[in-house]
């Protein structure tokens, strides 16, 4: 196939342009050369490639960072979305499209609903959520209004070498790396008290690519590991890994304004329509983000 994915920089983008290269694919990557929000800019980049297939990963992902500058989320992540969808309908209409949403629409849910399946009834929470329905919202319009092929994924929360520090598990991987070199014997934590359904990153892009295969335009599909884990014994785990005896200390100022305290998918409708089922283990997630981490510090 020959793809082309926006956002191809980012955590995800990178895992997802090697795993389509290791496929067999030729892939076009567009990061920040390209404004998603310039119509113009989208359009010269699909005349140039004319793609086959289009990973829509360009996005503001950052859910605390969403209450600070909630337009900007609206304007990359909504904006963003009709313009690829519009340069596609107007350079390559026959194009399948994949709009990388988030299982974080979902909102506040109860226990009993879990796990979450698609047909759930989405109230996002918080700005960054909001902005995802949104996009999604925009690309159920163009399949019926337009007869565009889109699919909308709906990762769960992932995680795996090469993510941020902004984001929790490689943030308490870094801080206690802080600590082990400074012979500290506490790290501030924000709220460990939540429970995220959290899949290896290289599953997750391995996900996608099925979904262009085999997915049917129009559908929402989960990315999830279908369990839950609660984040302090995540904690727990990387304390043991890299500063035994250290302790968690809650910092107030790295709390939400609003937490959604569990979370966890079924991936049912993913696996009956391409089979897929995770293989990496939390554990080894885990491991890899600490190696990569040490990679990046010069700790070997």
Not at 124 to 148: C, H, M, W
Not at 170 to 187: F, K, V
Not at 188 to 211: E, K, M, Q
Not at 273 to 293: F, K, M, Y
Request: net charge neutral; hydrophobic share 40%; charged share 25%.
């Amino acid at each position: 196939m020959r793809a082309l994915i926006t956002g191809s920089k980012g955590f995800v983008g990178r895992h997802l342009y090697e795993h389509l290269r290791r496929s067999g694919d030729e892939v076009v990557a567009v990061d920040r050369d390209c404004d998603v929000t310039v119509l113009e800019s989208v359009t010269r980049k699909f005349e140039e490639s004319r793609p086959q297939v289009i990973y829509h990963l360009a996005a503001m992902t950052h859910v605390g960072e969403s209450w600070n500058d909630p337009a900007l989320f609206t304007r990359v992540n909504v904006l963003g979305t009709a313009t690829v969808l519009k340069a596609a309908r107007e350079v390559v209409p026959g194009a399948l499209v994949l709009l990388v949403s988030s299982a974080d629409v979902y909102g506040v849910v109860r226990e009993s609903d879990l796990p979450l399946h698609e047909t759930y009834h989405p109230v996002p929470v918080n700005p960054y959520a909001q902005s995802k329905l949104e996009a999604e919202q925009i690309a159920f319009d163009a399949v019926r209004t337009e007869g565009q092929r889109v699919i909308v994924a709906r990762p769960f929360n992932h995680v795996g070498p090469g993510q941020s520090t902004r984001f929790v598990v490689p943030a308490l991987a870094s801080r206690l790396l802080d600590a082990r070199a400074q012979g500290l014997n506490e790290i501030p934590v924000g709220n460990l008290s939540a429970r995220r359904d959290f899949s290896d990153v290289r599953d997750v892009v391995r996900a996608y690519r099925l979904l262009m295969q085999f997915g049917q335009a129009g559908e929402i599909y989960n990315v999830a590991s279908g369990r839950d884990v609660t984040l302090i014994d995540v904690a727990k785990e990387l304390v043991a890994m890299l500063c035994p005896g250290v302790r968690l200390v809650p910092d107030p100022a790295l709390f939400r304004p609003v937490e959604v305290p569990i979370m966890r998918g079924s991936f049912e409708k993913l696996h009956l329509v391409t089979g897929w089922e995770p293989t990496i283990s939390l554990h080894t997630s885990l491991r890899d983000v600490v190696e990569d981490l040490k990679t990046r510090r010069g700790e070997g």
